[in-house]
């Protein structure tokens, strides 16, 4: 083995050993929802729900922290929630979803193409009615014809909802449980 070789190893193993003593700091989350939980119990009010969340997408860099009265959002009219959360209940949806995601801006084309991945081919006709879908639920805007984007707007809502349902969904959930300590 080269010098220069072993002395990287040496320099990657000594890093590693002082990242093994450090204390990780306490989980920013988890003490906003202790917060929350807290006021909570002072107020003798049912709660806050919050959502925050960071993302490296084509359209730039975002950074979202949104917090609702638990009492407004179970009070709140189901009717456009229920249209949104029917908007993503479909697999090509939630695909087209993540291509226009990922990628941008994309023509009806590449949309197409990008279902016919699983094997199950997709008509056109097909494709306008999951595309006018998300378009109702405005999660997606056209540029031009036959051209889609993500909306911007949208986009922290989306990830959260659909972080949220890939939680729900998986077995065991993703990350780790969500446990809050005492907030006494």
Known sequence: MGEDRLSELERRIARLESRAGAVAPPDRLTAAATHMLRRARQEDELGTVGYAGAARLTGG?????????????????????AAVLESLGSRPRLALLATLVCRGRCTSTDLQDSLGGDGEQTTSGQLYHHLRALQSARLITQRRRGEYEPAPQSMPQLLTILTAALDLAGDPPLGPPPTLPDPE
């Open 61 to 81: 860099e975002s950074l979202w922290d949104r917090q609702s009265s638990l009492a407004e959002v179970l009070s709140a009219d189901w009717a456009p929630v």
